[in-house]
């Protein structure tokens, strides 16, 4: 499995703009889907962005798409996710995750096996 490490998180303003980044430590993201979750306290984690990294994606929920951009960087080797008008209730520890899910559980945490530590964004109103 690939170990993941993510950055990017911190505090931001309302409507202000975030990037977060995961990277493969040891590894790469060849055959894998890459995704990003989030989780806010006291709600189950639920799924943000994914992308294939050799192609296929990107995948949005709804509610995030036009705000939330997810891109591959392959000079950089990273998956990034780009939060744009962020939202007090957008706060919430996003975390990174790859696997290869098939196209059905592309969208659900089990489809994914290998995780970061995930990072916290807080947004203030």
């Known amino acids: 499995q690939v170990q993941l490490v993510e950055s990017g998180g911190g505090l931001v303003q309302a409507g202000g703009s975030l990037r977060l980044s995961c990277a493969p430590s040891?590894?790469?993201?060849?055959?894998?889907?890459v995704g990003w979750f989030r989780q806010a306290p006291g709600k189950e984690r639920e799924f943000v962005a994914s992308?294939?990294?050799?192609?296929?994606?990107?995948y949005y929920v709804d509610s995030m798409k036009g705000r939330f951009t997810i891109s591959k960087d392959r000079a950089k080797n990273t998956v990034d996710l780009q939060m744009n008008n962020l939202k007090p209730e957008d706060t919430a520890v996003y975390y990174c995750?790859?696997?290869?899910?098939?196209?059905?559980?592309?969208?659900?945490?089990?489809?994914?096996?290998?995780w970061g530590q995930g990072t916290q964004v807080t947004v203030a109103s």
């Open positions: 995750a790859a696997g290869r899910p098939i196209v059905g559980n592309i969208r659900e945490s089990r489809g994914y096996t290998s």
């Open positions: 040891g590894g790469t993201f060849g055959g894998y889907a």
């Open positions: 992308t294939r990294w050799t192609g296929g994606g990107p």
